[in-house]
């Protein structure tokens, strides 16, 4: 099975801040990987697919890159609703995975 | 517009079987996958499998074989997942969601249900 490996597990950033959260898989995937946004008490928002993709409807300052085995979620400029945990899941080959987590905390 | 809706919170006794539904509306069922997901309670998510809506085969993820099955009801639109010999363990937030695309995304994503097993 193939293993993500998010970091860091979590983080503390100010409003305004570039953050930079990363997703390593064990074998190459290349381009089948999600990120996901969660809030306490919500289900999952889908934010970015096929590793660059960005979901209709999400602010434009979330963005993804990377193809292989490493892969980079970045929010430009966090924002006080962007505080929450963020996933990354593979979709290459069943079973997908999901990362263990990165939560973004108000610093 | 695109929902789906789960059925409400469960509380079992261990050795008993649940079934969660998540009924889908706003577009083609048959169109889109099915998948379940799991978060215990302060964890991360756990994928559990998927289930084809339009030939109702389900593919298990590991550690989601023998006491776990996905199913249909087409003409309602709506999946389950029945747990059976429930354990303490399995007290967790099962989710469903919609796969999509060439990616295999989710998304969009039931509201969860909040299984817990106590005696």
């Known amino acids: 099975d193939i293993q993500m490996t998010q970091s860091p597990s979590s983080l503390s950033a100010s409003v305004g801040d570039r953050v930079t959260i990363t997703c390593r898989a064990s074998q190459s995937i290349s381009s089948y990987l999600n990120w996901y946004q969660q809030k306490p008490g919500k289900a999952p928002k889908l934010l970015i697919y096929?590793?660059?993709s960005l979901q209709s409807g999400v602010p434009s300052r979330f963005s993804g890159s990377g193809s292989g085995t490493d892969f980079t979620l970045t929010i430009s400029g966090l924002q006080p609703e962007d505080f929450a945990t963020y996933y990354c899941q593979h979709s290459h080959t069943t079973p997908w995975t999901f990362g263990h987590g990165t939560k973004v905390e108000i610093k | 517009q695109v929902q789906l809706v789960q059925s409400g919170s469960e509380l079992k006794k261990p050795g008993a079987s649940v079934k969660v539904s998540c009924k889908a509306s706003?577009?083609?069922?048959?169109?889109?996958?099915i998948n379940w997901v799991r978060q215990a309670p302060g964890q991360g998510l756990e994928w559990m499998g998927w289930i084809n809506t339009n030939t109702g085969n389900p593919t298990y993820g590991p550690g989601f074989t023998g006491r776990f099955v996905f199913s249909l009801d087409t003409s309602v639109s709506t999946a389950y997942l029945q747990i059976s010999s429930l354990k303490a363990e399995d007290t967790a937030i099962y989710y469903c969601?919609?796969?999509?695309?060439?990616?295999?995304?989710?998304?969009?994503w039931g509201q969860g249900t909040l299984v817990t097993v106590s005696s």
């Open positions: 969601a919609r796969e999509r695309g060439s990616s295999s995304e989710l998304d969009y």
């Open positions: 096929d590793a660059s």
């Open positions: 706003g577009y083609t069922f048959t169109s889109y996958a």
